[in-house]
């Protein structure tokens, strides 16, 4: 990791407007772990089914996660709002991470449960250095 805010990872991530573009409250919290193997992410997405979720590669190396819909179904179209901490309406989110240059992007795979999406980016094997000899002669 590097030792600096702006260097890796947090140069590659960026905060996204909702896709309403409005903010509605839903900040869709991350939790960005590396492990040897993988990147993995941890979105809050309370609310979402896994049809509300759209998870993407986009110009080759951007993730990107969109939550369309989590609208609380219990709410009656005529109640008032005294406190909105978890946000209100349907809580759109939408958040794009530029991945870094060794992983698989073709091997990604996503999973919500208990209103948490999981989102597993696999990591190509470090590749180590090949070994050429160099004849040493006397004369070039």
Do not use: C
């Amino acid at each position: 990791m590097a030792d600096s805010l702006f260097g890796y990872p947090f140069r590659r991530f960026f905060w996204s407007p909702p896709i309403s573009g409005e903010w509605s409250g839903s900040a869709a919290l991350m939790d960005w772990l590396e492990s040897p193997s993988a990147h993995i992410f941890k979105i809050n997405v309370p609310g979402f089914t896994k049809d509300d979720i759209k998870v993407q590669i986009e110009d080759g190396n951007i993730l990107h996660i969109k939550g369309e819909g989590g609208k609380d179904e219990h709410q009656p179209k005529d109640s008032v709002w005294h406190v909105a901490e978890r946000g209100t309406g349907k809580g759109d989110f939408s958040r794009a991470i530029e991945l870094p240059e060794n992983v698989k992007v073709d091997q990604i795979k996503a999973q919500v449960e208990n209103g948490v999406l999981t989102v597993i980016v696999p990591k190509d094997a470090p590749k180590s250095p090949k070994l050429r000899a160099v004849n040493v002669t006397s004369k070039l």
